[in-house]
């Protein structure tokens, strides 16, 4: 019997920000799923004004799954996980064997199908690249409607990723920051 789909199904139960106080939490599907619409966003935006030549499908698979080895690991918070490089080597091989044994959950014909999902292949690297900065995003709209919902926790944070995003030196990044971003600050009616 394979238990990856019911595996998967448990990253609504991983929630993230484990460190901080939260307004109301975020789990990493939900997460999972606002970095698939951004990363397709940028890849969009990156072939059309940037001449740019991504598959935006191929952008949203990997980061729908772009979290799928926390159902094993758990959330690991940033400070923690950049701490040194040593604990971030570390990880990444812990994260490494989590992708393995959810691999292996998969009946054996399924499996070279769902291996390019779970392991950065050399092909993917560009869509990759996207997916990170999505995942970047994610984090930065994060800190917004935190810190707009009057939690001053998230104000180091908030600097610090939108430094990070503006430090990718990424033009389809950039666009997005510039014509997308302001809208996660207003009102519902704001945005009627």
């Not at 758990?74 to 570390?90: E, M, Q, R, S, V």
């Not at 959810?102 to 392991?119: G, I």
């Not at 709209?141 to 995003?165: T, V």
């Not at 389809?172 to 920051?177: D, I, L, P």
Request: net charge negative.
């Amino acid at each position: 019997m394979g238990h990856f789909f019911a595996y998967l199904s448990r990253m609504k139960l991983i929630n993230r920000w484990g460190l901080m106080r939260n307004t109301y939490t975020e789990n990493i599907q939900e997460h999972s799923l606002q970095v698939a619409i951004i990363a397709h966003g940028l890849a969009l935006i990156k072939n059309k004004k940037f001449a740019g030549n991504l598959n935006p499908e191929r952008v949203l698979t990997l980061a729908v799954f772009h979290e799928a080895s926390e159902v094993i690991t758990g959330d690991l918070a940033t400070p923690i996980k950049y701490f040194n490089p040593k604990i971030k080597k570390a990880y990444a091989e812990i994260e490494e064997v989590a992708n393995e044994k959810l691999l292996n959950m998969l009946t054996v014909d399924m499996r070279e199908d769902y291996q390019p999902l779970l392991f950065i292949e050399e092909e993917d690297k560009e869509h990759w690249k996207i997916v990170k900065a999505a995942d970047k995003i994610s984090a930065y709209i994060k800190c917004l409607e935190e810190l707009k919902a009057g939690n001053q926790e998230f104000s180091k944070a908030e600097k610090a990723i939108l430094d990070g995003i503006i430090n990718m030196d990424m033009p389809e990044v950039q666009y997005f920051m510039d014509h997308y971003i302001g809208s996660f600050s207003l009102t519902l009616d704001e945005l009627s």
